[in-house]
């Protein structure tokens, strides 16, 4: 078997790699430079780049070697066409998705296709060689005739983008390597002939949750089968019952092919393919593929995993021709969503200092306690943390002290876009004050105006990325106050839920804790409900709100904490931050009240330019947000859960990178529908 489809990739700058390049040229490997030819291009695409660096990139099944741009340069010309419709962020989702192909004739044409668009990182599998009648449709060369369909592939590919990550299986995919091959894969495109491993392939995809991609070479049919996001959903959409490789080990040759009929259901081929089926064998060598089909099949196949990188909708389904389009959901029109209901409280009377009040009030507070105080003297509003209840969570008040710099932030924001803002600032006790003025403190004045919209949303959100603008707009909100946020995006966001999760499980079987969050929740019925959680704006179905119901039982909690189960306590918050854009922390720095004050305005001013963005947040924290030390995080706990509660504390320290800063709040974010409940004020 041959190893060589892989370039070589040498710096000239590093010592062994220029002693390589010289023993290369001494080999009479052949050297072009394409320096020269791509200066103009360098040029127009990478205007900023002042001096590119640049590799020697040796392909030996052509005994030549390249001089090339590095990596991040060549990407930044190869691609540089795309970005206006795949934008930064699409294109890293691209680069990073680790796509699987199986069967190296339809799916040769879909991986160069795929090199093409950006993909990089690929794991190829066929045990087939190239042979003359695969020339008829795949874009091969005469040259690789007899080499495995992987390694002609491969090369071709590596000669698109030698930084292409490629790893090949020449002995194809069989029941021993499935899960292997399978592993780590963010798509599978699986175009091979077997039945049993197209089999074999979903049943594995289906348990390792990655979306499959058939394209069928006739009539352009594709499939999506979405098993990432439907983990119980049958194999070929049901159409051959209740498939798998136990069922079909046991069925007959016949039975087999009546099987694959009904997957492609008989009525759906064209006339050329149903005819060609009852020659194989006799005068056609296999079963027919043109090259217009698997081309225009490549595209559409392309097409639907580039959405699937980026997150954008695609269903689970069939199409042909391309109707694949129509797989592919138009963004929801949020617009056309009914609106959440309207604020409680008014911050547009035209009445400054009332209007100040209301938007201070407008703030976010923890189980919207709304521990505030805040009170006009003169011209100046001050606003403090109120007497009243104090939830164990809130350790020396630190949550409190955050909603109190939410609604400073809110009054400064409101009073600067009627350019009646003088000065603002906090106290070095718990104070926060806000003079009257004739300026806008230099905040923007759009800010106000997202005061009453911006809300808690708890529902599911999707699950897409921010796009690099968003992302860059609320780094720069959280900057402008001090602060600094933490983004947990992709994998790092389920591994931060998966954190969540755990810590969760210690809010529920924390006796103080659970008792808080039941005092907290407000069940209909209880009206008014002006202060706590109203538990409609929790967004649960009633079978989910009936859950919250036995979750909120001391002595089913006691159970569980004897027997140190309940780990499924934590579902609710995986299940929230897969649906979510990112997750991320709000992180501070200084000491005292004031600077959980500071946090509280970063994290208004954030969540305020998040709303304008029209992105939605749900708070979602560990129960020891509020614990700087371990003592202070195991002082939340039960004895028996002391030690774990530490040992999770230390986790979040490293995994926030805390250092010497505070956390403030951690949020799930994302782009999605108006919640349909909102919260009330006193
Ligand atoms: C410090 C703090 C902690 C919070 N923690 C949570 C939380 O763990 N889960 C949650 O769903 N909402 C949380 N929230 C959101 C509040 O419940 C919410 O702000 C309050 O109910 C008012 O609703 P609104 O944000 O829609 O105005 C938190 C808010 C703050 C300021």
Known sequence: MTTLWKPEILDPANVSDAARIKELMSDSVQLVDHGPALQDEIGKCLPDVKEVSYRIVYYPWRNLALRLPEAGAFHGIRENRNRLKIDDHAAELIHAARVGIVGLSTGYAIAIAMVSLGFQRFRLADFDALELTNLNRIPASLMDIGLNKCVSAARRMAE???????????????????????????????????????????????????????????????????????PERALFHGLAGDLNVATLSNMGADERVGLALRIIVADNVSTGLGASLFEIDRTLQT????????????????????????????????????????LVQPEPDYASFPSAPPRDTNCATGDLKRDMIAAAKLAPSGGNAQRWHFEWQDN???????????????????????????????????????????DARLSSGDRALVELGDGDGGLPNYLAEFIPRRMTNRRHLEARGLSVEDIAALKNAAWAEGGELVLFEGEARNSYANFLARAERLRFLSPQLHDDLARELVWPGEEPVRQGL???????????????????????????????????????????????????VITIEGEGQEAYMRGGAALQRVWLEATCRRLWAQPWSPCFLYAQTGDEAASLMPEELKVEARALHEEWVETVGLGARKAVLSLRMGYGAPPTAVSMRE
């Open 287 to 326: 079963w027919p593929q043109l090259s217009s089909d698997v081309t225009s099949g490549a595209g559409a196949v392309v097409d639907i995993a580039r959405h699937i990188a980026v997150g954008l909708p695609v269903a689970s389904g069939r199409s042909f021709g391309q109707s694949y389009l129509d």
């Open 534 to 584: 109203d538990v409609r704006t929790l967004e649960l179905s009633p079978p989910d709100l009936e859950k919250v119901k036995l979750a909120m039982r001391p002595d089913i909690m006691a159970a569980l904490r004897e027997r140190n189960l309940g780990a499924a306590l934590g579902d609710p918050v995986k299940d929230a931050f897969a649906a979510a854009g990112l997750g991320f």
């Open 160 to 230: 698109i983008n030698p930084y292409c990550d490629i790893e090949i299986y020449q002995d194809g995919v069989n029941p021993d390597n499935c899960t292997d091959f399978v592993a780590g894969l963010d798509q599978l495109i699986e175009v091979c002939d077997s039945f049993s491993i197209k089999v074999a392939l979903r049943e594995t995809c289906r348990t390792a949750r990655v979306p499959v991609i058939m394209n069928t070479s006739d009539r352009c049919m594709l499939d999506v089968e979405r098993y990432d996001q439907e």
């Open 380 to 422: 100046q509003l001050e606003l403090a943390v109120s007497d009243g209840v104090q939830v164990a969570m809130d350790i020396d008040q630190r949550g409190s002290l955050v909603a109190v710099g939410a609604a400073w932030m809110n009054a400064r924001a409101l009073a600067a876009s009627r350019r009646s803002l003088g």
